[in-house]
């Protein structure tokens, strides 16, 4: 008689089957684990960015608030870069200065400031903007 095989003959092949499954299974979640932290990354920077954006259009309200305190100055609109080497320097500030006369001699001034990080045209906002654009406005008020 015979010695029989060690698997009977439907079985064969059954183990490679189930390897390239897993592989396949394995190399899909590896694509998706690198997929989300990459996206993870990306929020990360973009959330950074939009903190160092408000900072930015922080900085932009105290020098208006200063120009027309201090100095009785409002311009209409000035643009300038914040300062080299610093966190903030990829940054343009957009300063705009609106007065309103109220009822009696009362009169508000309404100040702006638009940080961005892609001015258009030397100021913001930047009406074409792309995916790693990053822009924050804040707006104070002013009464004589």
């Keep these: 008689m015979k010695p029989s095989p ?7 092949g059954f183990s490679l089957v189930t390897a390239i499954f897993l592989l396949v299974v394995l190399a899909g979640l ?3 684990m690198t997929s989300v932290f990459t996206m993870q990354q990306v929020e990360s ?4 960015q939009g903190a160092r954006a408000d900072q930015a259009a922080r900085a932009g309200i105290e020098w208006a608030v200063y120009r027309r305190l201090i100095n009785g100055q ?3 609109a000035q643009s300038f870069a914040l ?3 610093t966190s903030l320097s990829p940054f343009t500030v957009t300063v705009q200065c609106q007065l309103a006369t109220g009822p009696g001699s009362l009169r508000t001034w309404t100040l702006t400031a638009t940080a961005c990080n892609q ?3 030397g100021a913001c906002p930047n009406p074409q903007n792309n995916a790693d654009y990053v822009q924050r ?3 104070a008020v002013l009464s004589d």
Excluded at 45 to 48: G, I, K
């Design 83 to 85: 300062p080299a080497g």
């Design 137 to 139: 406005r804040i707006q």
């Design 30 to 32: 590896g694509v998706a």
């Design 45 to 48: 920077a973009l959330d950074v």
């Design 74 to 76: 409002c311009a209409a």
């Design 6 to 12: 060690p698997f009977p003959r439907r079985a064969r």
């Design 119 to 121: 001015p258009g045209g």
